[in-house]
């Protein structure tokens, strides 16, 4: 698909969230009490205009420069503007001029009702997978998230590489996009109801995995997954037996993550500190860590909290000299369960 056709389908064709064909850029209905807090804050027209397929709200952003990646309307841009406060910042790219133009018009409204003296959304119309184009500078993001793009991208892989480029070490990458679980049949992608309703653009979840390895992003977590409904008979039709999921994902900029989880003997204290999470602290759909309790974790997993924004709130045991071999249950099978389900503990 070109992108004038993606460009169509969100500026022209879709006007508002009910002309979606199916579940895939919805977001549940059990959101955070917090999350609902700042959604309610954020203008009317913004909201109406959200085609995002999960929630891509992290944890610990107060002063964090945040860039998102098909920003639209910027729904996602101003609930974060909310959390990381007035001396963080969000950046929001988009290639869709009639969303960045709803997004841009509200500008003042939110800095006047969030209080803020200053603004600290702006808006760029660009490619994702040419960031280099923008004028960002390399390594200046804390955090980059995107909902329900990366799928539209023609280009995937060179996303991420742009994306790994503007982190900071330590940096993340946090987002939700639709994945399936074989590769899309060719014919498929150029169907425009499908591609522009974030079906056949979607990667295979492995090939997935893959392309973030490639671009620096070694161990790439799954945070939760829900399977997706198509509710056009039509486009089920289409599809075929291909099954579809919402999926967020983080991905960390730390050079050296190995292939798997092996145990050096290490484990991490939860201080209960994150306000959002007091009692237990979910990093992904496998690791959910209770405040005050000793857990194990394997040497990714210790970096992940150690060298990011996430280590004030940890404490950490062991010196990881000695390697105890590889923790129980790494494997290959496809990430996503046909239903949701409730966290594990301990590490994958």
């Not at 389908?9 to 919805?26: E, H």
């Not at 008979?233 to 050296?256: C, D, H, M, N």
Request: overall charge negative; some cysteine.
């Amino acid at each position: 698909m070109a992108y004038d056709d993606v460009k169509d389908y969100y500026g022209q064709v879709l006007q508002g969230s009910d002309d979606l064909q199916t579940d895939a850029c919805c977001t549940p209905d059990a959101m955070p009490l917090f999350v609902r807090k700042v959604l309610s804050a954020i203008h009317p027209e913004v909201l109406s205009r959200y085609y995002g397929c999960g929630l891509v709200v992290p944890e610990v952003l107060e002063g964090m420069h945040v860039l998102d990646l098909g920003c639209g309307s910027g729904r996602d841009c101003y609930a974060l503007s909310q959390l990381v406060g007035e001396h963080g910042r969000v950046v929001g790219v988009d290639m869709t001029e009639e969303q960045l133009a709803v997004a841009r018009r509200h500008v003042d409204y939110h800095t006047e009702a969030f209080g803020y003296a200053r603004p600290n959304v702006s808006f760029h119309e660009g490619y994702i997978e040419r960031l280099d184009e923008l004028g960002l500078e390399e390594g200046s993001f804390d955090l980059v998230i995107s909902n329900c793009v990366l799928n539209l991208s023609p280009d995937k892989g060179k996303v991420l590489e742009q994306v790994h480029r503007l982190l900071k070490p330590g940096g993340e990458m946090y987002f939700s996009d639709v994945y399936a679980d074989r590769r899309v049949p060719v014919h498929l992608t150029n169907d425009p109801v499908l591609y522009g309703e974030c079906l056949s653009g979607a990667l295979y979840w492995n090939d997935f995995l893959s392309l973030a390895r490639r671009a620096g992003f070694g161990d790439p977590r799954l945070v939760d997954d829900r399977p997706l409904g198509i509710k056009n008979p039509t486009i089920q039709e289409k599809v075929g037996p291909i099954r579809f999921f919402s999926a967020t994902f983080r991905l960390f900029r730390i050079e050296g993550l190995e292939p798997a989880c092996e145990d050096y003997g290490q484990a991490v204290i939860y201080k209960g500190t994150i306000p959002e999470q007091p009692h237990a602290f979910r990093l992904d759909k496998h690791h959910l860590i209770e405040a005050g309790r000793v857990f194990p974790v394997c040497g990714n997993t210790r970096r992940m909290l150690q060298e990011s924004r996430l280590a004030p709130h940890f404490d950490f045991v062991g010196n990881g000299v000695a390697h105890y071999g590889i923790f129980a249950g790494c494997g290959t099978t496809m990430p996503f369960d046909d239903q949701a389900g409730d966290g594990e503990q301990g590490c994958c």
